[in-house]
């Protein structure tokens, strides 16, 4: 009488183990860079209204705002999310978007106004000199 196997052979089992050992390998950081990327567009969407904000102080006064309470907005602190710190404006109505620990402490992202022809235009980048952010967690348009 002949025996029918009843399972997997234990090499089986080590190859199916090894398998998903490495496409777990794959998939956690690109998994990690994707939250991150998420974290990082929300502080985006806080700054849409103080973009507003001093896009009307600037038609309004021929200037940039140098502060939140100038643009009339919330103080830096009382902008903020889950991810994110603060939203500031600084000089020439510049926004600095401010990160906690789940996109990177001390991470910041700035967002510069360019007034021409009638429009305004935002240009976001990296804060200068700040190390703790990195590129491919921005959102495409700010690449």
């Known amino acids: 009488m002949k025996r029918v196997q009843q399972g997997f052979t234990l090499i089986e089992l080590m190859i199916v183990v090894a398998i998903i050992g490495i496409l777990a390998a794959i998939a956690i950081p690109a998994y990690q860079d994707y939250t991150k990327r998420a974290h990082v567009g929300e502080g985006l969407q806080l700054a849409a209204g103080s973009k507003t904000a001093i896009a009307e102080y600037y038609a309004s006064n021929?200037?940039?705002?140098?502060?939140?309470?100038?643009?009339?907005?919330?103080?830096?602190?009382?902008?903020?999310?889950?991810?994110?710190?603060?939203?500031?404006?600084?000089?020439?109505?510049?926004?600095?978007?401010?990160?906690?620990?789940?996109?990177?402490?001390?991470?910041?992202?700035?967002?510069?106004?360019?007034?021409?022809?009638?429009?305004?235009?935002?240009?976001?980048?990296?804060?200068?000199?700040?190390?703790?952010?990195?590129?491919?967690?921005?959102?495409?348009?700010c690449r």
């Open 62 to 141: 021929g200037v940039w705002p140098s502060s939140n309470a100038s643009a009339g907005i919330a103080s830096a602190t009382d902008i903020n999310g889950n991810a994110v710190d603060s939203v500031t404006v600084g000089n020439n109505g510049v926004l600095t978007v401010a990160y906690n620990e789940k996109v990177a402490s001390g991470a910041e992202l700035t967002i510069t106004p360019t007034a021409a022809s009638g429009s305004i235009t935002w240009a976001c980048a990296i804060a200068s000199g700040n190390t703790e952010m990195s590129s491919k967690w921005l959102p495409s348009n």
